[in-house]
DNA sequence: CAGATAATAAAACGAACGTTCAATTAATTC
DNA sequence: GAATTAATTGAACGTTCGTTTTATTATCTG
């Protein structure tokens, strides 16, 4: 046999990045087989490389997706008025938001950058380092304006980044705790963590 | 050949164990063969197999020796006398401690889990609880003196938990900050973080 | 110094891996 | 409705994987 009735080469692409992203968020890349990832989309081995040249080439497909939706998110997030207190809540509350609905897309991002070749790796890096950057900035306003108590902003912003990215290794929704209530709690942690006067 | 002269059992064993973490930790345990950790140990692949019947096994065996460190680490330094504010402290900074001076372990028991079998992980998890057990611990008794505001023991904990493991993330040693400068910050920032009353 | 044991080498096993290529069929175009 | 293009199959490629088996040599024991 060859070509299947109704095939579709979009609707087979985004079935291929949907099972690879919850394959490799449960496995981990290395530990998923490109059968294994065929079998999961109902099609032979082959017909990935038609959408994919390379094992890699659909992992970095997959991240670089993440990170722009992500940077996306905060541009639509970002409040366009309001003090340094404001711009951290909203911050905050994107972040916990963006990555609970997308927990195994997260998941890959953190746990698979060293399958990336350098060139790709860098790109990724660039990526994220570009959205830790706004936070420094919220950070860095706040203590300026005497709102917030930070003893050094690029280190107080890696730790409310790991702080609040690390809600998606224990929070499962449907559960003791709604998302809302996580963020709302996470909300109020960081408020206190940098010493918000205005919170 | 066969025995090489000068071979040892204990000193190959250490010298496996010490590989793999290295090798583990910066390529991934399913991207490391047999073959690569013999030859960075300097001997042929069934060699390993004296100490270690299965690939699993060594990382297990590198699991439960780091999980146990941690375990061991904590009880030593735990403060005898003290107010939850004196324990959180402790606690933060015997974390930070040993988690920097076991950058690569640390790295293996975080991202090696999956490929655990069932029982193991289990195992492994077991131990985790254990440890994060005492941070609630803490928390809740700051709470019920009135030291500390938590909104919930749980959530914080694992907040917690997060933030200073992550220091492991993007620290390095020899750089800008001192492995006490950046203990320090960290300190002041959890105890903002739990509104410590007398921190 | 002989015998036992510990430590390793050398070679091989079958299985699984990522990937390629040619053949084949469905859908589209003219 | 014939020609073209899109989508996929089926089979195979060479490589690498974890692991096992057997032989060999160094060290230890009495």
Do not use: C
């Given at each position: 046999m060859a070509r299947t009735a109704g095939s579709d080469g979009e609707r087979t692409q985004a079935a291929i990045r949907d099972a690879a992203v919850n394959l490799i968020?449960?496995?981990?890349?290395?530990?998923?087989?490109?059968?294994?990832?065929?079998?999961?989309?109902?099609?032979?081995?082959?017909?990935?490389?038609?959408?994919?040249?390379?094992?890699?080439d659909l992992l970095y497909d997959l991240m670089t997706a993440h990170m722009n939706a992500l940077v996306a998110s905060w541009e639509t997030a970002r409040p366009?008025?309001?003090d340094a207190t404001a711009?951290?809540?909203?911050?905050?509350?994107?972040?916990?938001?963006?990555h609970v609905e997308r927990r195994h897309s997260t998941h890959v991002n953190n746990m698979e950058l060293r399958s990336l070749s350098r060139d790709r790796l860098?790109?990724?890096?660039?990526?994220?380092?570009g959205y830790e950057k706004e936070l420094r900035q919220i950070l860095r306003q706040g203590a300026d304006a005497g709102l917030f108590t930070v003893e050094d902003v690029t280190l107080t912003?890696?730790?409310i980044i790991q702080m609040v990215t690390g809600v998606i290794v224990w929070f499962r929704p449907d559960e003791r705790l709604s998302v809302a209530e996580v963020t709302d709690t996470y909300h109020k942690m960081t408020m206190r963590l940098v010493g918000a006067r205005n919170a």
């Amino acid at each position: 046999m060859a070509r299947t009735a109704g095939s579709d080469g979009e609707r087979t692409q985004a079935a291929i990045r949907d099972a690879a992203v919850n394959l490799i968020a449960r496995y981990g890349y290395e530990a998923v087989s490109m059968r294994q990832l065929a079998a999961e989309v109902g099609v032979q081995p082959a017909a990935l490389y038609r959408y994919f040249p390379t094992k890699e080439d659909l992992l970095y497909d997959l991240m670089t997706a993440h990170m722009n939706a992500l940077v996306a998110s905060w541009e639509t997030a970002r409040p366009a008025t309001g003090d340094a207190t404001a711009l951290l809540a909203a911050f905050v509350r994107n972040h916990i938001n963006f990555h609970v609905e997308r927990r195994h897309s997260t998941h890959v991002n953190n746990m698979e950058l060293r399958s990336l070749s350098r060139d790709r790796l860098s790109t990724i890096l660039r990526l994220r380092a570009g959205y830790e950057k706004e936070l420094r900035q919220i950070l860095r306003q706040g203590a300026d304006a005497g709102l917030f108590t930070v003893e050094d902003v690029t280190l107080t912003a890696m730790a409310i980044i790991q702080m609040v990215t690390g809600v998606i290794v224990w929070f499962r929704p449907d559960e003791r705790l709604s998302v809302a209530e996580v963020t709302d709690t996470y909300h109020k942690m960081t408020m206190r963590l940098v010493g918000a006067r205005n919170a």
